[in-house]
């Protein structure tokens, strides 16, 4: 099954929809961040593979703090052995100057990720947590995937929890065990709110490049027109700088974090999602059709002959990672097979030239819908 992770925005716009109410108020400088009261990969359900967080968002508007986090645990499945599978888990937790437990509760949205017109249905509840709460469900896709959708206010908090790919059979008591989790830790008092927001909240350093590559590349095949013979390189030009989209943020984050994760050397492995040291997919730098086509322009050294351009890709249809469907370099098109790098893995691509500096655009267009994955750029001089 795979899920969606539903966008951030369309709740908060729901929730701000709702207004302040009731008394107490408590400014937002006064008040924590919400996250210390979210909920942490071990408290999440074990679904027989390892959780990774896909998100983690938290904003300081007027009226209001808000975090965001989701967890997203998938596994690929085998041809004739076992079928893909796809958990997800988020969780919002806002943190209002006023009082909320007398506002009505927003309905889930109508939208999951790119999925329109979602029909959610309400469901009884055994159960109530907070002040006031409601539960909701839907199924989304060809396989009917079911989505749980667990909300309430408690005092000054709202508290959003959902479930992606869980049977109705476990979902109900899984979710209320999540939200008895989060609300236990809610303040009881406007005096606690306030005292809690000297708790420290831990922030990871974002990692800084490697001196060397951290993985061997993995060599593939080139089957491309109009050239599908690999080219054996001379020499490796050196990249001056270059301008690209950021990139973007999926499971994981995609970004181009220091402004130079294409040319640093460092390679990605076949596992996008694996951590080699310096964060989980930290050498890809990924965008979404959304950005389409994805033009990237190099800087090199001197009016150089370039033989061939190499760039790395990944391929994996089960996240929705394709290779491109067409590249451009300096007005030279190319269109790679979609197996040219195989399922479930990553692979060097290499295109032939000649190409000239010391400026060398470079256009990706998308396969339809999903993801461009680049971990690395060079250029090769046979000179």
């Known amino acids: 099954m795979r899920s969606q992770v539903i966008p951030p925005l369309v709740l908060l716009l729901l929730l701000t929809a709702c207004g302040p109410a009731g008394s107490d108020l408590v400014p937002v400088t006064d008040l924590p961040d919400p996250v210390i009261y ?23 508007e007027q009226g209001y703090k808000w975090s965001y986090i989701a967890y997203q645990a998938y596994q690929p499945g085998s041809l004739g052995v076992e079928l ?41 509840q055994p159960h109530r947590v907070g002040d006031k709460s409601a539960v909701w469900k839907t199924a989304i896709g060809e396989l ?49 709110l306030r005292s809690d927001a ?3 909240v831990a922030t ?22 109009p050239t599908p013979t690999a080219v054996v390189p001379e020499a490796t030009l050196p990249i001056l700088s270059y301008t690209a989209p950021p990139g973007e943020r999926g499971m994981v984050s995609y970004f181009d974090d220091t402004g130079n994760q294409l040319a640093d ?20 730098v990924g965008w979404t059709d959304l950005t389409d086509p994805v033009t990237l322009t190099f800087s090199l050294e001197g009016d150089v002959s370039i033989t061939a351009v190499k760039i790395g890709f990944n391929h ?6 394709f290779v491109p469907s067409r590249v451009t370099i300096n007005g030279k098109s190319f269109e790679p097979d979609a197996n040219a790098v195989p399922n479930n893995q990553r692979s ?36």
Do not use: C
């Open 316 to 321: 994996r249809e089960g996240l929705g990672v």
């Open 204 to 225: 990871q350093i974002p990692p800084q490049p490697a001196a060397s590559p951290q993985a061997t590349p993995t060599l593939g095949t080139n089957p491309l027109t």
């Open 348 to 383: 060097d691509l290499t295109f032939t030239g000649p190409f000239s500096g010391p400026v060398v655009d470079i256009v990706l267009h998308h396969r339809g819908r999903g993801w461009i994955l680049v971990d690395e750029i060079s250029f090769i001089s046979g000179n």
């Open 144 to 192: 009917l995937t079911p989505v749980w959708w667990l909300e309430f206010y408690q005092g000054h908090a709202y508290v959003r929890i959902s479930l992606l790919g869980f049977p109705d059979q476990i979902a109900p008591s899984y979710i209320y065990g999540l939200a008895d989790i989060v609300a236990s830790r809610l303040p009881r008092s406007v005096a606690t």
């Open 198 to 200: 000297a708790t420290i």
């Open 38 to 60: 979210a909920l942490t990969p071990s408290e999440l359900p074990p679904v027989g593979v390892s959780w990774q967080q896909s998100y983690n968002l938290t904003t300081s």
């Open 265 to 284: 050397g460092i390679l990605g492995a076949d596992d996008i999602l694996v951590d080699q040291g310096l964060g989980t997919a930290y050498e890809w």
């Open 84 to 124: 893909e599978s796809a958990f997800a888990v988020n969780n919002d937790v806002v943190l209002y100057e006023v009082d909320m437990s007398r506002e009505i509760l927003p309905q889930p949205p109508q939208a999951l990720g790119n999925i329109q017109d979602v029909t959610w249905k309400s469901v009884s």
